[in-house]
């Protein structure tokens, strides 16, 4: 079973910044389109990022401007460096890799807290 590996979730005051990794051992890395995403205590999961093999980035609404979704083909790692966090980006980040010839192909972090205080 394939687990990807979520870090670098802390605690953080708002206007702060934190950079998430997610570390993919075990998959073709380049065959895999990469995303973020987030669950807010009482809310559903939303997609915030992705990044496409080749390196097209998508964002939410609520992140642009703030967020960066990167990947490291070379360490089968995915970023995302949040800026100017929020109150409202408080949530469990997860990492995603979904295979883009094959979307049944498609594999969970375990999650990293983020909570931004006001």
């Known amino acids: 079973q394939v687990q990807l590996v979520e870090s670098g979730g802390d605690f953080v005051q708002a206007g702060g910044s934190l950079r998430l990794s997610c570390a993919a051992p075990?998959?073709?890395?380049?065959?895999?389109?990469m995303n973020w995403y987030r669950q807010a205590p009482g809310k559903q999961r939303e997609r915030v990022a992705t990044?496409?093999?080749?390196?097209?980035?998508v964002y939410a609404d609520s992140v642009k401007g703030r967020f960066t979704i990167s990947r490291d083909n070379s360490k089968n790692t995915v970023y995302l460096q949040m800026n100017s966090l929020k109150p409202e980006d408080t949530g469990d980040y997860y990492c995603?890799?979904?295979?883009?010839?094959?979307?049944?192909?498609?594999?969970w972090g375990q999650g990293t807290q983020v909570t931004v205080s006001s």
């Open positions: 075990g998959i073709s890395f380049m065959r895999n389109t």
């Open positions: 990044i496409s093999s080749g390196g097209t980035t």
């Open positions: 995603n890799a979904v295979d883009r010839f094959n979307s049944r192909y498609n594999y």
